[in-house]
């Protein structure tokens, strides 16, 4: 029992909503509250009829001001309970219940868990999470060795994996060999040369409509989208940071040439080396057997994995495995996963298990579908004609794996941790539903908790800007002075993004924008949390549904009238005030 009465004043008169012993604990969406609901007394929680709405005498405009308390409710509510709640004006509404954010999952698109009959999972970074920052700091010294072997000056082996430096979504320009942050229209919004940031008029110099064309991406810039991209960002910068300081390389108006002039490395060549030597890390180095003679410290395991496994299959849904790892990669990796006293092997928890899958070929022409020999690893000739638990296969593609499994598009929901190869076209092909794991999801939410009293004071400041200009129209000839107040906008804004990332700020958000990366996700990710492990506190008849999304103009119909009938603020659209992290170019 919370012991916290919520009374709902009218809001047109601007009164603070009052709840109970702290306004801020239960706007933060209070953890586990209906789970410290009182359950009925007589431990009868579905046919109450006593109402869970006390009606105030006193009657504003807009309706009749509802007094609610939340502990009258059981836990679940019962349907004659929820009744009453069905006129309320919904800024009079309790906070609608949300699990903690560490627990949650976050939701794009309509998905009934009821209508799912397949779930997918990819393995590397998904299934298997890598823990940070061992597994970049391990992959970049493999692939920095790789360079110096093909050719790069031996002082980059002096350079170390930063974590700090970089975030997820960046675009690397083959062009001028920078890395930009891009927004969710293509809008450049900060840009770095090596490790240094450029100013304002040089990133303008370089860039001079600050914009990036869709149709130069995948051509001139590379986008930089998932985690194993992590430590090739860094290098993008170090290798160029590395080579400017040479004394036997000179600055060219494309990259760098040797002092005779002999040899010239411009910056697309430095990424295709650059990229070459990741691939060749990966398929053909040491790093995934370097991993697997450590899997403690570069694997991250839990026993609820197997438990929301045998839930999924004991309510009569197939579990697939679809991985671009080999044979021999995945049965060790996810050997380690399930190795739990008690435990099953891993291949009893998946109905269909497939490896060198070749996402996202797979969804399209993709591949012959072959058994795999799980004792040699070598290929069955001829193709497969079925699937059958226990059996490890290779290649396919979807077409054929609808046939064989007798999945339907809209009853499969995939896990993965790749935008492009796991959620985008497996959504775009099949109409697969898609969840997306993001696991630097949490520490954005911490991020945002921490940053609160910027937020407020950012808020604050773009009232006063917006207020500068109240009465003002085109007969004004006088121009109010905004340039302080400007300034503040950014300085609160510098502040706001050393919170997330002192050099890129947000992963989701620049400034009022989404960033490329939140676009995508938003665009193609039906669902996303931090973990897929989050689904374990969801019923497997869980209706996940979208907030309400409002375009700029529709919130002029939920503006605060008198009738008091403005949606809860986490319902109304958002303003251009609500700023997130990224600040203006250093100057």
């Not at 430095?270 to 890390?281: A, G, K």
């Amino acid at each position: 029992d919370l012991g916290c009465e919520y009374t709902f004043y009218n809001m047109s008169n601007r009164d603070l909503i009052v709840t109970g012993e702290e306004e801020s604990q239960s706007r933060a969406s209070t953890p586990g509250l209906m789970d410290k609901r009182k359950r009925r007394p007589d431990g009868n929680d579905g046919n109450s009829t006593s109402p869970a709405v006390a009606v105030n005498s006193k009657r504003p405009r807009g309706g009749k001001l509802r007094q609610v308390s939340l502990n009258d409710l059981s836990c679940p509510p019962t349907q004659d309970e929820l009744a009453n709640f069905v006129d309320v004006p919904a800024v009079r509404l309790p906070r609608i219940y949300k699990r903690t954010p560490e627990k949650r999952v976050f939701v794009n698109r309509a998905v009934n868990l009821e209508d799912i009959k397949f779930f997918g999972f990819d393995m590397d970074y998904t299934l298997a999470n890598y823990k940070s920052p061992a597994y970049e700091e391990l992959a970049y010294e493999l692939i920095v060795e790789r360079l110096v072997e093909i050719g790069y000056p031996a002082e980059i082996a002096q350079r170390k994996y930063d974590p700090s430096f970089a975030i997820r979504g960046l675009f690397y320009d083959q062009t001028l060999g920078n890395l930009l942050k891009v927004d969710q229209f293509g809008n450049v919004l900060l840009v770095f040369h090596g490790r240094r940031a450029l100013s304002d008029a040089h990133a303008a110099e370089a860039y001079p409509n600050l914009f990036v064309h869709a149709d130069e991406i995948g051509r001139r810039y590379y986008v930089l989208n998932t985690l194993f991209n992590l430590p090739e960002t860094c290098l993008y910068a170090d290798v160029i940071d590395c080579l400017e300081q040479h004394p036997d390389f000179t600055c060219t108006d494309g990259g760098f040439a040797t002092a005779s002039g002999a040899i010239h490395l411009s910056y697309a060549s430095v990424y295709q080396d650059v990229r070459r030597s990741v691939d060749w890390v990966h398929q053909k180095g040491t790093l995934k057997s370097k991993t697997c003679e450590q899997l403690e410290k570069y694997v991250e395991r839990s026993e609820r994995l197997p438990t929301l496994l045998d839930r999924m299959r004991e309510r009569g849904c197939k579990v697939f495995l679809l991985t671009n790892s080999g044979s021999q990669y995945t049965e060790a990796i996810m050997t380690y996963l399930f190795d739990f006293p008690g435990r099953k092997p891993w291949q009893s928890y998946f109905d269909i298990a497939i490896v060198d899958a070749g996402k996202p070929n797979f969804f399209e022409e993709g591949s012959g579908l072959k058994e795999v020999n799980k004792a040699t690893g070598r290929l069955h000739i001829g193709t497969a004609s079925r699937f059958e638990q226990g059996k490890i296969y290779s290649g396919g593609n979807s077409t054929e794996f609808h046939r064989l499994s007798g999945a339907v598009g809209n009853s499969v929901l995939y896990i993965g941790d790749h935008i492009f190869g796991d959620v985008r076209k497996s959504k775009k092909q099949h109409a697969w539903k898609t969840f997306l794991q993001i696991p630097e999801l949490n520490r954005e939410v911490q991020c945002h908790r921490q940053s609160r009293e910027v937020h407020n004071h950012l808020a604050n400041l773009s009232f006063m800007l917006a207020e500068t200009y109240r009465g003002l129209d085109s007969q004004c000839q006088d121009k109010p002075d905004v340039a302080s107040l400007t300034k503040r906008i950014e300085a609160a804004e510098c502040r706001l993004n050393e919170t997330f990332n002192c050099n890129f700020g947000s992963l989701f958000r620049s400034g009022s924008n989404q960033t490329f990366f939140a676009m995508q996700t938003q665009r193609f990710a039906d669902l996303y949390a931090d973990s897929f492990l989050n689904l374990l506190e969801y019923p497997f008849f869980y209706d996940f549904r979208p907030s309400a999304g409002y375009l700029a103009h529709e919130s002029v119909s939920w503006e605060e009238e008198d009738d008091g009938s403005s949606p809860p603020p986490a319902q109304q659209p958002q303003a251009s005030a609500a700023r997130g992290g990224v600040p203006s170019r250093k100057k």
